[in-house]
């Protein structure tokens, strides 16, 4: 089948002007002139954007209480997941079983058709752009944070034990602290002549304070990831999207290392039944030398898992309807029939005579 696709991209180039009203199913090395065409699959892309977080403890932790009085400041590192969102767009991709060819007959009009790189028919009779989807957002890494030795006295730095460092580092604190206060109620010996330069004095205070601080609460650092899926899917109802691990953050299906996150489709207007009508298939047998077409469902798509739900959407589905054909005679000489389809599901988009 790889063979296939290629067919139908490299016959693009030569694409224009080609005259049509014949199609038939496509069996590879069959077709002598004419340009082989699919229909499309509705796939799936699925962007779970979540929340990275690490807490590293600071390396006074243990006398963060005997000095500063703080409790419950972290011990250990820790790294854990949330998921903030998930995103679900629509794309399509070769459908194998609906392949075509369209032929040039003499005593037609010479129709432009075009086709995406992949070979789904995209339009006849009219140009249209390429389909094209959103870029994937990129990865926010966290703030980086400051170096409280960049901050330390040289009798802090000099410090013969943990303990002692502690002491002075605490100290450092509370002086950053009584020299804030005392710009904030105007008691300093060397005030700023202006507001904009207390603001500055202000911040590098709060700064010096922060950096120090961190060495007894440690740090918790936040950065947000993006894991992006491509889903094709087989069949309507319930299945496993994903897992999800507050440790490891999104993961394969088939990853038991995490809980699963459930993708569900289920029909919002199923197509009406077929009829055995001898009369209509007369009339569709006469219509099998012109464009087929896809008649996609509608779908509800919900997304989540046992806490919560993250999406729920309507959208068209290719692979759960049905396939018509447009009559070669909309295509016949003195009509100028320009007809273009949605590239997600291989459905009239618009019809123009």
Do not use: H, W
């Amino acid at each position: 089948m790889k063979k296939i696709i290629l067919a139908a991209a490299l016959t693009m180039g030569a694409m224009n002007g080609f005259a049509q009203t014949e199609t038939e199913a496509f069996i590879p090395g069959s077709t002598l002139e004419g340009v082989n065409y699919f229909l499309p699959r509705t796939a799936l892309r699925v962007i779970v954007e979540t929340e990275k977080t690490v807490v590293t403890p600071g390396d006074l932790n243990k006398y963060a209480f005997r000095y500063l009085r703080l409790n419950d400041v972290p011990t250990t590192p820790s790294t854990s997941y949330t998921i903030k969102s998930i995103k679900v767009d629509t794309y399509g991709i070769v459908d194998k079983d609906k392949a075509y060819n369209v032929k040039v007959k003499s005593k037609t009009i010479a129709p432009l058709v075009t086709l995406t790189p992949d070979g789904i028919l995209l339009s006849v009779n009219k140009e249209v752009a390429q389909p094209t989807m959103s870029n994937v957002p990129a990865n926010v890494p966290a703030p980086q944070t400051v170096n409280p030795r960049d901050f330390m006295s040289q009798e802090i730095l000099a410090a013969s034990s943990s303990s002692k460092m502690a002491e002075l580092c605490a100290q450092e604190i509370y002086d950053i602290r009584e020299s804030r206060n005392s710009l904030v109620r105007g008691e300093a010996d060397n005030l700023p002549k202006d507001g904009a330069q207390l603001q500055i004095m202000l911040n590098q205070l709060d700064q010096q304070a922060s950096a120090l601080e961190q060495l007894f609460k440690g740090t918790v650092s936040k950065s947000t990831e993006y894991k992006v899926l491509y889903v094709c899917p087989q069949q309507e109802g319930e299945g496993i999207l994903f897992r999800f691990s507050q440790k490891l953050g999104a993961l394969d299906a088939n990853d038991m290392a995490g809980a699963p996150v459930y993708i569900n489709l289920a029909p919002v207007a199923p197509l009406p039944q077929a009829i055995n009508d001898e009369d209509a298939a007369k009339k569709k047998a006469k219509m099998e030398k012109g464009i087929y077409y896809n008649v996609p469902v509608r779908e509800m798509l919900t997304v989540y898992d046992n806490t919560q739900k993250y999406v729920q959407m309507e959208t068209t589905m290719a692979q759960f309807g049905t396939t018509e054909i447009l009559s070669d005679a909309l295509f016949n000489k003195g009509v100028n029939t320009k007809v273009s389809f949605f590239p997600q599901t291989g459905g009239i988009e618009k019809l123009e005579q």
